[in-house]
């Protein structure tokens, strides 16, 4: 049976900058190991601006895009500014990956596929549902938050 963790702030408190994920909040969010495995995502705050790095992947395991500081890279893809955010599509206009901020509550968009193409990582009526690991919730310092296999 699963484990379901709820409404915890994970290295915040109310009223500061933070990352919804599974009905918790965050000050950050890594999803896979840079380098290691073929998907990477690591949401953080920095300087007080919500920062997405990503390795994405499209639903059938290729590499549909990098991400280095909310910026897109390479011809593959492309970033729609939003009222609330951003979305980053590839050429066809397909969602890729997008953030959406209210208040000080960011909510991540999209679908991160490992490199089989089953989807590590969705989002589902305002979650981001987190299906596998390696992940991470939560840093500060040198400590991480709580680690996900």
């Given at each position: ?21 599974a009905s918790n909040f965050t000050n950050y ?63 066809a206009g397909d969602l890729l990956l997008g ?51």
């Amino acid at each position: 049976m699963p484990a379901v963790m709820k409404g915890n702030y994970i290295f915040v408190r109310p009223g500061e900058k933070m990352f919804g994920v599974a009905s918790n909040f965050t000050n950050y969010l890594e999803l896979g190991v840079r380098g290691v495995t073929a998907y990477y995502l690591e949401a953080k705050i920095e300087n007080n601006e919500f920062l997405i790095n990503a390795t994405l992947l499209d639903h059938s395991g290729k590499s549909a895009c990098e991400v280095a500081n909310n910026f897109p890279e390479g011809s593959g893809c492309r970033k729609e500014m939003t009222p609330q955010g951003y979305r980053i599509c590839n050429q066809a206009g397909d969602l890729l990956l997008g953030i959406e901020v209210t208040g000080d509550v960011c909510l991540l968009k999209g679908t991160v596929y490992g490199p089989n193409g089953d989807i590590i990582a969705q989002d589902q009526a305002d979650e981001f549902l987190v299906y596998r690991g390696p992940a991470v919730l939560g840093r500060s310092g040198g400590s991480r938050g709580i680690v996900l296999g």
